[in-house]
């Protein structure tokens, strides 16, 4: 974990207007600062940023924060992730709460070791395709003649290894780095007393963690040798695991987030064409099958999945596995599949950005209606494989987790085929079992419940329904005006008792939040969302401690979930522009009658949770009334008089003769 003071000193460090202008071009508007949403697809700019505040907004999407959660938003960084991101920023040491133990500490020294020589090599590789005779007249040339433009080569960081025995390898040790960790990198391998370079005369292809760390590398021989494999990756290290990384995502991650919509396909020039065709929500899974890991990665920036095939139909059987993993996931899954001889890379090559764009959305296809498609032209006219390829498709169904998505499917399913839908229902609820059995590490499932019944909200229900949204709101509005106005001074009534029990009244001067807290405290009320609440008992704690806490201290609090209700509530206030006091154009705000706002918005509150608990009390008399009279007449009398105690407290409330004082 990270120290609470660490933690601190980052927030006073960092300022949100420099971190976002890292992703984001920011252009002056007024005292803040605005540009394009990256979460959504807009023309007119409406994401925000206040550097006096030091919270952003973007009303496009809703979302909104302090500087972590921008980056947890933008880079789905963890709040931990975000938070070392920033220290590294900003230079700031994080000391850990407890010691390493030392297998912690050899891991952290490989991975470190790893990651840069990685960095080392990546450079190298570049150095040599871009100055090296060798690496533009073999390597670079490769590249332009596969259609690649220079700037596009560069943002994928592609090199060359050159075509020596251990080039690299010298090169490497010359700067001191350890040939342990360059065998463990997989870039330099020893044979006997003998050290050589793993990817000599070979294309390089970074591959990048989501964060942009070069984790490994994939190369492609140039040779026509078909003994020669033509493409060799790092192998497996303590920095490098390929069953959980998607070639790309670094490149893709916004764009997937901004268009909620990620393309998979097979390879490193597919995903390189894509982008440098305008498509930039593509990443491959590297020549791997599909593991479940990388589905969840994806899953990570949307569920919604696009698989990219060309026209082999071998590799589209072999596909159907890593559909079935999708579905697991819960994900929506589309299928593309290019004509025979056309991959993503080549049919990108050929098309503009709107020809290319055209194809996938009028070629796209449902997960179904592709599996029946490639599995009806093997069966022919054959009843029995008919039957065995709906068997297939409904073993996909039934890993479907939602209830309502597999019935969809199964409907479309059984129309398609001309079954009975029941037929098809019975089977998957069966293999459901299976699935379920399987995750549970159960042999067996002798029943599986199904809901069946769909229960709709009686009036009741509903009213209770609309009084707790309506408590809500006025929830809502009381941590508003703490936020905003918590540290403003307002006058009450100060009553104290003398020595007769007469009440001697002063008006004084206390905080806003000072005056909310007291009112409800008073009356024991506790709020009833549990992020107003904590908010309230945060500032509650502060006042026992001598201090007022205001915006700020919410807009950095360690909790994101806290950090981004506080940003939302803050980001709302109405604020006049100063082009009307220029004009000595002047109107009352809100801070103009704040005192009247602040007991408005307690009395509204009270009387809310007056009314609501007086329903309740109707609705109990009522019940006890449809029983037996006699035997519930004490209890129905109780009731009543409790009712008409809530009926004198609205009435103190309406003419204020409570409101506002503060008793000792």
Same mark, same amino acid.
């Given at each position: 974990?990270?120290?609470?003071?660490?933690?601190?000193?980052?927030?006073?460090?960092?300022?949100?207007?420099?971190?976002?202008?890292?992703?984001?071009?920011?252009?002056?508007?007024?005292?803040?600062?605005?540009?394009?949403?990256?979460?959504?697809?807009? +023309?007119?700019?409406?994401?925000?940023?206040?550097?006096?505040?030091?919270?952003?907004?973007?009303?496009?999407?809703?979302?909104?924060?302090?500087?972590?959660?921008?980056?947890?938003?933008?880079?789905?960084?963890?709040?931990?992730?975000?938070?070392?991101?920033?220290?590294?920023?900003?230079?700031?040491?994080?000391?850990?709460?407890?010691?390493?133990?030392?297998?912690?500490?050899?891991?952290?020294?490989?991975?470190?070791?790893?990651?840069?020589?990685?960095?080392?090599?990546?450079?190298?590789?570049?150095?040599?395709?871009?100055?090296?005779?060798?690496?533009?007249?073999?390597?670079?040339?490769?590249?332009?003649?596969?259609?690649?433009?220079?700037?596009?080569?560069?943002?994928?960081?592609?090199?060359?290894?050159?075509?020596?025995?251990?080039?690299?390898?010298?090169?490497?040790?010359?700067?001191?780095?350890?040939?342990?960790?360059?065998?463990?990198?997989?870039?330099?391998?020893?044979?006997?007393?003998?050290?050589?370079?793993?990817?000599?005369?070979?294309?390089?292809?970074?591959?990048?963690?989501?964060?942009?760390?070069?984790?490994?590398?994939?190369?492609?021989?140039?040779?026509?040798?078909?003994?020669?494999?033509?493409?060799?990756?790092?192998?497996?290290?303590?920095?490098?695991?390929?069953?959980?990384?998607?070639?790309?995502?670094?490149?893709?991650?916004?764009?997937?987030?901004?268009?909620?919509?990620?393309?998979?396909?097979?390879?490193?020039?597919?995903?390189?064409?894509?982008?440098?065709?305008?498509?930039?929500?593509?990443?491959?899974?590297?020549?791997?099958?599909?593991?479940?890991?990388?589905?969840?990665?994806?899953?990570?920036?949307?569920?919604?999945?696009?698989?990219?095939?060309?026209?082999?139909?071998?590799?589209?059987?072999?596909?159907?596995?890593?559909?079935?993993?999708?579905?697991?996931?819960?994900?929506?899954?589309?299928?593309?599949?290019?004509?025979?001889?056309?991959?993503?890379?080549?049919?990108?090559? +050929?098309?503009?950005?709107?020809?290319?764009?055209?194809?996938?959305?009028?070629?796209?296809?449902?997960?179904?209606?592709?599996?029946?498609?490639?599995?009806?032209?093997?069966?022919?006219?054959?009843?029995?494989?008919?039957?065995?390829?709906?068997?297939?498709?409904?073993?996909?169904?039934?890993?479907?987790?939602?209830?309502?998505?597999?019935?969809?499917?199964?409907?479309?399913?059984?129309?398609?085929?001309?079954?009975?839908?029941?037929?098809?229902?019975?089977?998957?609820?069966?293999?459901?079992?299976?699935?379920?059995?399987?995750?549970?590490?159960?042999?067996?499932?002798?029943?599986?419940?199904?809901?069946?019944?769909?229960?709709?909200?009686?009036?009741?229900?509903?009213?209770?329904?609309?009084?707790?949204?309506?408590?809500?709101?006025?929830?809502?509005?009381?941590?508003?005006?703490?936020?905003?106005?918590?540290?403003?001074?307002?006058?009450?009534?100060?009553?104290?008792?003398?020595?007769?029990?007469?009440?001697?009244?002063?008006?004084?001067?206390?905080?806003?939040?000072?005056?909310?807290?007291?009112?409800?405290?008073?009356?024991?009320?506790?709020?009833?969302?549990?992020?107003?609440?904590?908010?309230?008992?945060?500032?509650?704690?502060?006042?026992?401690?001598?201090?007022?806490?205001?915006?700020?201290?919410?807009?950095?609090?360690?909790?994101?979930?806290?950090?981004?209700?506080?940003?939302?509530?803050?980001?709302?206030?109405?604020?006049?522009?100063? +082009?009307?006091?220029?004009?000595?154009?002047?109107?009352?705000?809100?801070?103009?009658?704040?005192?009247?706002?602040?007991?408005?918005?307690?009395?509204?509150?009270?009387?809310?949770?007056?009314?609501?608990?007086?329903?309740?009390?109707?609705?109990?008399?009522?019940?006890?009334?449809?029983?037996?009279?006699?035997?519930?007449?004490?209890?129905?009398?109780?009731?009543?008089?409790?009712?008409?105690?809530?009926?004198?407290?609205?009435?103190?409330?309406?003419?204020?003769?409570?409101?506002?004082?503060?008793?000792?």
């Amino acid at each position: 974990m990270i120290p609470k003071q660490t933690i601190d000193e980052i927030f006073q460090t960092a300022r949100v207007e420099e971190v976002i202008g890292d992703f984001l071009h920011l252009k002056k508007a007024g005292s803040n600062l605005k540009a394009k949403s990256p979460f959504v697809d807009e +023309k007119t700019p409406s994401f925000m940023v206040s550097p006096s505040k030091q919270i952003w907004k973007c009303f496009s999407s809703g979302k909104g924060g302090n500087v972590v959660s921008f980056l947890m938003e933008h880079e789905h960084y963890s709040y931990v992730e975000a938070l070392t991101w920033l220290a590294n920023k900003y230079n700031i040491e994080i000391k850990e709460d407890h010691e390493k133990t030392p297998e912690e500490k050899a891991a952290y020294t490989l991975r470190e070791n790893l990651s840069i020589i990685n960095e080392f090599a990546r450079d190298y590789f570049v150095h040599n395709l871009h100055n090296n005779e060798q690496g533009k007249a073999i390597g670079l040339s490769y590249f332009l003649e596969r259609g690649f433009r220079e700037d596009i080569i560069k943002k994928f960081q592609l090199g060359y290894c050159l075509d020596e025995s251990d080039a690299f390898t010298k090169a490497a040790l010359e700067k001191n780095y350890k040939l342990e960790y360059l065998i463990e990198a997989g870039l330099t391998k020893k044979k006997d007393e003998r050290t050589f370079d793993f990817f000599r005369g070979r294309v390089m292809f970074p591959i990048h963690s989501v964060a942009g760390k070069v984790l490994g590398f994939g190369g492609r021989t140039l040779r026509s040798d078909k003994k020669t494999a033509k493409y060799f990756n790092s192998p497996e290290s303590e920095l490098y695991n390929k069953s959980r990384i998607l070639y790309g995502l670094y490149f893709a991650k916004n764009a997937i987030i901004k268009y909620d919509r990620c393309f998979l396909v097979e390879g490193y020039t597919d995903v390189i064409s894509l982008h440098q065709s305008g498509i930039e929500n593509v990443v491959a899974s590297s020549g791997t099958a599909l593991t479940e890991d990388q589905v969840k990665l994806i899953k990570r920036y949307s569920e919604n999945i696009t698989i990219l095939y060309d026209g082999d139909p071998a590799g589209i059987k072999a596909s159907f596995r890593g559909i079935d993993l999708i579905l697991e996931q819960g994900m929506n899954v589309k299928v593309v599949l290019f004509p025979e001889g056309e991959d993503p890379d080549s049919f990108a090559k +050929k098309s503009t950005a709107t020809e290319l764009e055209e194809y996938i959305e009028e070629h796209s296809k449902d997960f179904i209606v592709f599996k029946s498609d490639v599995l009806l032209k093997e069966a022919g006219g054959d009843p029995v494989q008919k039957a065995s390829l709906i068997r297939d498709i409904i073993q996909s169904i039934a890993k479907i987790p939602d209830a309502i998505t597999r019935q969809v499917y199964t409907r479309e399913c059984a129309s398609m085929f001309g079954m009975e839908e029941q037929i098809l229902v019975t089977e998957i609820t069966k293999l459901r079992r299976n699935v379920i059995a399987k995750k549970h590490g159960a042999p067996e499932i002798k029943s599986l419940e199904v809901p069946t019944e769909q229960v709709e909200q009686s009036d009741h229900q509903q009213r209770e329904k609309r009084t707790d949204e309506n408590i809500y709101s006025h929830e809502l509005d009381l941590v508003r005006i703490m936020l905003n106005y918590g540290v403003f001074q307002v006058k009450t009534q100060h009553v104290e008792l003398d020595e007769d029990e007469n009440e001697v009244i002063t008006e004084v001067e206390v905080a806003v939040s000072e005056l909310i807290v007291h009112e409800i405290d008073k009356d024991e009320l506790e709020l009833e969302n549990p992020l107003f609440r904590k908010i309230f008992d945060e500032i509650k704690e502060g006042i026992d401690l001598g201090e007022l806490r205001g915006e700020k201290y919410f807009v950095q609090y360690a909790d994101p979930e806290i950090a981004r209700t506080a940003v939302d509530i803050i980001s709302n206030r109405y604020e006049l522009s100063p +082009k009307w006091t220029d004009k000595k154009v002047y109107t009352n705000t809100e801070v103009d009658n704040l005192e009247l706002a602040v007991k408005q918005s307690i009395y509204s509150y009270k009387t809310a949770r007056i009314k609501r608990e007086k329903e309740v009390i109707q609705t109990e008399i009522k019940k006890l009334s449809e029983g037996s009279y006699e035997s519930n007449y004490d209890e129905i009398m109780t009731l009543m008089a409790r009712q008409k105690q809530l009926d004198k407290v609205i009435n103190l409330l309406t003419n204020n003769d409570s409101l506002g004082r503060v008793i000792h």
